[in-house]
């Protein structure tokens, strides 16, 4: 048995994970709802979702994860309309509701389901993602979001979203108490179904604990309902990038999701959270970054620039701007759709913050000549990483991307649907497979997510370092140890 | 066309309903997950569910029923020991992760789910029904609850639950609040998806409308999320007996679930709940009545009592006691266990309500001699509709209380697992066919559950004269009006 220095270094593998809200629709502005054969109106069918987890497990792609509000996108005109007649992020199905489904017929592929930390009890989330990871034998991620929309707070009757901190805040002690039901109310060895000993017991109640939570923003005095599933705490996603986001994934992240696409922003960012999680005395490695991508994908060159047009064709360039406008609280609408428009921090709005406007500019830089609102709206979802060609050539793009950033794989946006999928696990998989970029099968066939996303078999709980596994009792399990699993390789 | 009064009078069918809670053990004290091959341990699979689906499909079972607690049943010694050790209604799997699951291997098996309405945001739970009703293509019912215990209100950080009048007035502006996401919100045709006049629009914004809610314990301002399902609102279900629960069943619900078993109490309240029905303008009839029933099915005399005698056997008295000490709130514990034990509405608590001290009463009377708390526990959950015998003989006995009461069908509790689900289906159901009394099949096959409870093939929506109904914009849809319907046969 070597120490872990005389182990030759361990390539870091390429993940991909495929990117999807379950709305019917499209999460995205590219209207290709227009397409024959597009899949946009079968998004609340329960076939749509069984094709595409069984698409993703054949394509060896990690996880699937949904994207999902609250409320809706209100902001640009004061109502839903561009979104609504977009097709956009409307006719929402409640993802809890669907992984069920997808589980049955696949057996490794894993699910990053969004859950909000400001509307659900935390008690029923606990709840909710036990049995998730229960039904899907250990293959669920929570997305933790902290809901950042007024239309959300005044669906949930409330009259204003609390702000950034104070919603984070308010989140870190939900994550306290949720790591507290997840982890310690039930200790490893509760169920017992009848013994020699205790002949008797189904559960036994020395093991069973309540949980006593007296929080500024949360209580709770109750057991947690649900025996512990595999993972007991499903693995914990973020995607937030603002100052508190940051601190909140180097504390808690066991994955990030982050929609920056260019080298510079991603470098600060993974550095950002990686040295937030060495702060808090986390492995900052252990923090998986998935950066978006949106690839046009075909057998020859041509065929690739011809789904790129295609999508440019159907970009609906005034519901990105209605997007624009919500996640910026910029109503787009004040100015005139097809009229040029002269960008000025003073003129858009005061109200701007200083991240949005910089955005801006950098979008309005890559204009040359007049610009209009709807231009600008068609040029934001196109000009990020979106690359262009063959399967060699997107490979290409991937490795250098993945090997010039800090990120540890990618989250596909689709364009059409099904072909982005399709092309995807078709074309793209088998070539970074080729070039030993991606793995050949799951590290763990049939196992977990946490076990498939650190590539190693029996890692199925919270990393010691991780704040949540202070509660768990047996933290001394072989299984789990980082040192132990190094030294007996 | 004849008038309605002409044609011949529609003998009213039996429908059955599966009983079961998504739970790691049992919902019921009867103790049988020591016996050889029980499903018990097995519930947290989704492999469970799944199978139980298909054989309550393959029975042309109409529903399958999970009832559903917050919390847990704590008052008995003032924690869950008894329930955990006894394995029941513990190890709690929220059914919402599971019905996709069940949807996508079956057709016409419906499915109603338990929703609370004080720890679930309406806006949230609109969602999440309207999902399940996609997801299932209509075959969804919502058992409206208020969640009584106290456990459940600590579990969500409340101090205390509020009494019961304040629980149903709360809950009768949250079922204003969800009617007005699910039938006003979305108008019919509001889905284009591309047409000759709106080549651009998914959604038609003039079509979709927000709805402004200000009440007393509820607020919203919000579009309802979720484009219109199959049914729209889900089947409304009710489960409570309560004085306040009998004003909100006349006025919401289209099923009840009722644990009653002996035929005058099954009268009063079919009766009374009909009477409230019909002082809120809807049609009684159009209320459908399932009894809890325990069939003990052999093919032989001597088999079926052979299963009740396993039944009585593994009968977990202590389980039987927390269980009532939960409803009652009396802390049972407080009795020797083993110990005679005189009954007296004084000696056993001062807060003992009326109605648990009279079903006490009339439990006790059942006994010649001394009675322990075991005595009785074990008494308690035998005592009710428990037919035992052959097919032939359970059939008589379901024929006999569904002809002497004004039910609509059986609520199956069953005792062990497969054993009794099967026996209802391979033995009794035949039996009922062929007496006439049961369906050959589904009244609408791969119809909605709407359709399926009234027999009625386009009775997808709300009955006209249901509260709900006055905000559907679409009221006067043919295939939904009763009058249209029986002068067209």
């Given at each position: 048995m070597g120490s872990i220095q005389e182990q030759a270094p361990v390539k870091k593998l390429m993940q991909l994970n495929f990117f999807d809200m379950a709305c019917a629709g499209s999460h995205m502005p590219y209207g290709q709802w227009k397409e024959p054969g597009d899949m946009a109106q079968f998004k609340d069918r329960l076939e749509y979702y069984q094709w595409l987890a069984q698409l993703a497990e054949k394509g060896k792609i990690?996880?699937?994860?949904?994207?999902?509000?609250?409320?809706?996108?209100?902001?640009?005109?004061?109502?839903?309309?561009?979104?609504?007649?977009?097709?956009?992020?409307?006719?929402v199905i409640d993802p809890v509701t669907i992984v069920a489904a997808m589980a049955a017929v696949t057996k490794s592929v894993s699910f990053g389901i969004t859950g909000s930390t400001s509307y659900i009890a935390p008690y029923i989330l606990a709840r909710t993602w036990s049995s998730l990871d229960h039904v899907t034998r250990?293959?669920?991620?929570?997305?933790?979001?902290?809901?950042?929309?007024?239309?959300?707070?005044?669906?949930?009757?409330?009259?204003?979203?609390?702000?950034?901190?104070?919603?984070?805040?308010a989140a870190e002690e939900y994550l306290d108490l949720t790591y507290q039901l997840w982890e310690k109310s039930w200790e490893d060895g509760a169920a017992v179904w009848g013994s020699k000993e205790q002949p008797d017991t189904v559960y036994d109640p020395k093991k069973v604990h309540?949980?006593?939570?007296?929080?500024?923003?949360?209580?709770?005095s109750a057991y947690h309902q649900t025996h512990p599933s595999p993972q007991r705490?499903?693995?914990?996603?973020?995607?937030?990038?603002?100052?508190?986001?940051?601190?909140?994934?180097g504390r808690h992240a066991e994955g990030i999701y982050t929609d920056m696409q260019d080298r510079p922003s991603l470098l600060a960012h993974t550095k950002a959270v990686r040295e937030a999680a060495a702060r808090n005395g986390r492995n900052p490695a252990d923090i998986k970054f998935f950066a978006?991508?949106?690839?046009?994908?075909?057998?020859?060159?041509?065929?690739?620039?011809?789904?790129?047009?295609r999508a440019k064709?159907?970009?609906?360039?005034?519901?990105?701007?209605?997007?624009?406008s919500a996640y910026s609280g910029v109503d787009m609408s004040q100015y005139p759709l097809d009229e040029p428009f002269v960008f000025d921090g003073n003129t858009t709005s005061s109200n701007i913050i200083t991240g949005v406007v910089n955005s801006m500019k950098a979008m309005f830089d890559k204009f040359d000549g007049p610009v209009t609102p709807r231009m600008f709206g068609e040029k934001m979802s196109l000009?990020?990483?979106?690359?262009?060609?063959?399967?060699?050539?997107?490979?290409?793009?991937?490795?250098?991307?993945?090997?010039?950033?800090?990120?540890?794989g990618f989250n596909i946006v689709y364009v059409s649907n099904p072909g982005s999928y399709e092309d995807v696990v078709e074309l793209l998989v088998p070539e970074l497979q080729r070039r030993g970029l991606m793995w050949q099968d799951y590290?763990?066939?049939?196992?977990?997510?946490?076990?498939?996303?650190h590539s190693k078999p029996g890692e199925r709980f919270l990393a010691l370092d991780h704040p949540g596994a202070k509660y768990r009792k047996t933290q001394n399990s072989a299984a789990n140890s980082h040192e132990v699993t190094a030294s007996s390789a």
């Open positions: 990690i996880s699937i994860f949904f994207a999902d509000v609250y409320g809706g996108h209100d902001v640009y005109g004061g109502n839903m309309d561009v979104m609504l007649k977009g097709g956009s992020n409307v006719g250990g293959r669920i991620g929570w997305n933790v979001v902290t809901s950042y929309s007024e239309s959300a707070a005044k669906a949930m009757g409330k009259d204003r979203v609390p702000p950034s901190h104070e919603r984070y805040e309540k949980i006593e939570f007296n929080g500024k923003y949360h209580k709770c705490t499903p693995v914990i996603f973020q995607a937030g990038a603002s100052k508190f986001g940051i601190e909140f994934a978006a991508v949106t690839p046009f994908i075909g057998r020859t060159l041509e065929e690739a620039q011809e789904k790129y047009h064709k159907n970009m609906n360039g005034e519901v990105s701007l209605a997007k624009f000009s990020g990483f979106a690359p262009v060609g063959t399967p060699e050539m997107v490979a290409d793009a991937f490795e250098e991307q993945f090997n010039e950033t800090d990120i540890d590290a763990v066939p049939g196992g977990t997510f946490r076990e498939n996303i």
